[in-house]
């Protein structure tokens, strides 16, 4: 809604009404400015297509070798079921346990239709492995759409759990002892994209899509529904704010991005198992969201470059990795409780605090 406000320093004019524009966004008072949400006044868009533009530059700059170049892919596959995490967890305040489940049901979804009869080329195969793992969480979110909180974490472990014997015994769908290998590589447009440099470029064009559409929720009124439900679910809900709707609507968005980074790993690493998708990877994509910030759809980005790159780094401490590891994990919590990006917009608020008590008292801020 937009409020009308005089400028500091400057009495309002005699006579004036502060009034509202309704129509067209524009105000009858003079100085009037329109006062918006801070979600509203970020450029999301912008920080996509800079941020798209300095990963397809930068990256294969400094991925020289062939292990640097699939810690990057890896990077951009965790990012995206991190920011479907991002939509289950952060916005929706929804802790859900089978992230790891969507992923592996995305990635024999897609193994199966690439070695069956189907014939199904790569985009079908990924097609089909973000529609099945929406599907299960359609179901999965209307099964326990009452529980909350704790109760709906278990629900959701006793359905990773389901799954996980499920992958043990169909062999017909997941292969033997859970294992599908041999599935052909990415094929796109006649050519197949088989070293780590080639594969990249999918990888970046899918990350891209994936927050394009986080973009697009982060300034929609499904964010907001989803965030008063989050906070205060009988409140919302007492002021009609449809909370089961838009805390489904974000669990199958989210779950379907792990069915959607399962199905692409398949075809990369040719092999596709459930001992890839265990309760480390559950955990791992939790501590992604936490380490980058849980209140951005940055974070995760952020988070699964911490979790691939610091293991890698370390690797040449092998006795005490693990313990410099953890440690690396607490002093970033401690200081940064927000995560890397609350940390750093913080510091980016304190700032702008400074800059603003510089400036002289008769300063005028900017009209609209």
Known sequence: MNEATTPVGEPAPMGAAPTTGLAGGETT???????????????HYLAVVVFVVATAVLAPMFAESR??????NLWLVYSITGIGFYWVFGLAGRFAFCQTFMMAL????????????????????????????????????????????FYFAIATIAVAEMGRVFFSK?????????????????RLFGRDYIAESEVFWIFLGGLALVLLLAAVIERSPLRRDAVAARDNALVAAVAGVPTGRA????????????????????????????TSFGIELAIGIFLMLL??????????VVGAAFYVAVPDLLSGFDKYATIVYGAL??????????????????????????????????AVDAVG
């Open 247 to 274: 805390q489904l609507t974000l669990f199958v968005l989210g779950s379907a991005m792990g069915g959607l980074s399962g199905a692409l790993m398949g075809p990369w690493t040719g092999t596709t198992g459930d």
């Open 170 to 186: 169909a062999e017909w769908f997941t292969g033997m002892n859970g294992t599908r290998t041999g599935i052909p590589p990415i």
């Open 329 to 362: 994990l607490l002093v970033t919590i401690i200081l940064m409780p927000e995560g890397i990006v609350g940390g750093l917009g913080r510091l980016r608020l304190r700032l702008e605090g400074r800059w603003r008590r510089m400036r002289p008292k008769g």
């Open 29 to 43: 008072a003079p100085y009037a400015k329109r006062l918006r949400p801070g979600i509203y006044r970020r450029h």
């Open 291 to 300: 380490l980058g910030g849980i209140g951005s759809m940055w974070g995760p």
């Open 67 to 72: 292990s640097t170049q699939f810690l990057v």
């Open 106 to 149: 995305g990635g024999y979804m897609g193994a199966w239709v690439a070695q069956s009869s189907l014939g199904g080329g790569f985009l079908v195969q990924v097609a089909l492995g973000v529609v099945l793992s929406a599907g299960v969480a359609t179901a999965v979110g209307l099964l326990v759409r009452r529980a909350q909180a």
